[in-house]
């Protein structure tokens, strides 16, 4: 028999600083939470910081960027939040205190998929046209692509081969990356090495990873972990006529066979290990708050 311990589940005890980090993964729900912890902040008292739109999202910073990353979130007033796409950064290599750190993750296939059609999406690119108007308009033929035919011809947008590495928030295939970290040695698709570091990053400094598909358990650990920030979170978020879950939603994303999304799991085996890792990690966090005896049978 395993006992779960709540207060060794709970990473925030860890922290040096009232500042919730949220590095977010796309294509997970991320904006809806954004969305969520901007009307958090108003509720629970604390201030809301996001990062700039930027025409270029850099996800992994060298050094230097790293630690500037690290003082301007550190200079920020107690109680924040700070979002922004970037890779795991640890703040205690620079002699600062670490943050809350939170992120969100999502089956892998669906994320792809997501990403697929969200940059094909016309009001996707109006809105970054209206933002950066020198952007160039896509090729029709592009957009006119869809992913199933994408994966059974083999188009190279839809070949995900083992090892190989991608640099730029455009390459969706890497949930892991965002946990690993900054290293080069973070970037390799689906190896053993990034499942391991981003596992290890999750289990050791991360107080809450919530689930897309569960949100629900999500809400309820991290009101549990995180009170000061998430009291009400549930609340907010299924109360109101403004329905949070409507985000971002693309009603131009046909559906997907099984088929196909067979074909693509095969080559994503350790980005499903990890996402099923971090499923099992909340639901022991879950758990651990909520069952009476908090034991559970060793698997």
């Given at each position: 028999?395993?006992?779960?311990?709540?207060?060794?589940?709970?990473?925030t005890?860890?922290?040096?600083?009232?500042?919730?980090?949220?590095?977010?993964?796309?294509?997970?729900?991320?904006?809806?939470?954004?969305?969520?912890?901007?009307?958090l902040?108003?509720?629970?008292?604390?201030?809301?910081?996001?990062?700039?739109?930027?025409?270029?999202?850099?996800?992994?910073?060298?050094?230097?960027?790293q630690?500037?990353?690290?003082?301007?979130?550190?200079?920020?007033?107690?109680?924040?939040?700070?979002?922004?796409h970037?890779?795991?950064?640890?703040?205690?290599?620079?002699?600062?205190?670490?943050?809350?750190?939170?992120?969100?993750?999502?089956?892998?296939?669906?994320?792809?998929?997501?990403?697929?059609?969200?940059?094909?999406?016309?009001?996707?690119?109006?809105?970054?046209?209206?933002a950066?108007?020198?952007?160039?308009?896509?090729?029709?033929?592009?957009?006119?692509?869809?992913?199933?035919?994408?994966?059974?011809?083999?188009?190279?947008?839809?070949?995900?081969?083992?090892?190989?590495?991608?640099?730029?928030?455009?390459?969706?295939?890497?949930?892991?990356?965002f946990?690993?970290?900054?290293?080069?040695?973070?970037?390799?698709?689906?190896?053993?090495?990034?499942?391991?570091?981003?596992?290890?990053?999750?289990?050791?400094q991360?107080?809450?990873?919530?689930v897309?598909?569960?949100?629900n358990?999500?809400?309820?650990?991290?009101?549990?972990?995180?009170?000061?920030?998430?009291?009400?979170?549930?609340?907010?978020?299924?109360?109101?006529?403004?329905?949070?879950?409507?985000?971002?939603?693309?009603?131009?994303?046909?559906?997907?066979?099984?088929?196909?999304?067979?074909?693509?799991?095969?080559?994503?085996?350790?980005?499903?290990e990890?996402?099923?890792?971090?499923?099992?990690?909340?639901?022991?966090?879950?758990?651990?708050?909520?069952?009476?005896h908090?034991?559970?049978?060793?698997?």
């Amino acid at each position: 028999m395993q006992t779960l311990n709540s207060h060794e589940l709970n990473n925030t005890r860890k922290a040096g600083m009232e500042i919730v980090f949220f590095n977010r993964v796309p294509k997970v729900g991320s904006q809806t939470f954004m969305e969520l912890l901007r009307r958090l902040s108003i509720r629970n008292d604390f201030e809301f910081h996001r990062d700039a739109v930027q025409r270029v999202e850099t996800i992994r910073l060298g050094e230097v960027q790293q630690q500037e990353l690290a003082e301007v979130i550190t200079d920020l007033p107690e109680p924040s939040v700070f979002i922004k796409h970037v890779c795991y950064t640890n703040f205690t290599k620079f002699s600062l205190p670490a943050p809350i750190y939170i992120n969100v993750v999502r089956d892998p296939i669906e994320r792809v998929i997501s990403w697929f059609y969200y940059v094909r999406a016309p009001w996707y690119f109006v809105e970054r046209k209206a933002a950066f108007p020198e952007l160039p308009l896509p090729d029709p033929a592009w957009l006119k692509k869809d992913f199933e035919t994408c994966v059974r011809t083999g188009d190279r947008e839809c070949t995900f081969t083992q090892g190989v590495t991608h640099e730029g928030i455009g390459d969706h295939r890497r949930q892991t990356l965002f946990f690993c970290g900054h290293d080069y040695e973070c970037t390799p698709f689906n190896t053993v090495g990034v499942l391991e570091r981003a596992k290890y990053a999750v289990e050791s400094q991360y107080s809450v990873v919530g689930v897309l598909e569960d949100l629900n358990t999500t809400f309820s650990v991290l009101e549990k972990y995180i009170p000061r920030f998430f009291k009400g979170a549930t609340e907010v978020y299924y109360g109101g006529s403004d329905k949070l879950n409507n985000i971002n939603r693309n009603n131009f994303k046909p559906p997907v066979s099984e088929e196909v999304k067979e074909i693509v799991r095969r080559n994503f085996t350790r980005e499903i290990e990890f996402y099923q890792f971090c499923r099992q990690r909340l639901h022991k966090q879950y758990l651990a708050v909520n069952l009476p005896h908090r034991v559970i049978n060793r698997t």
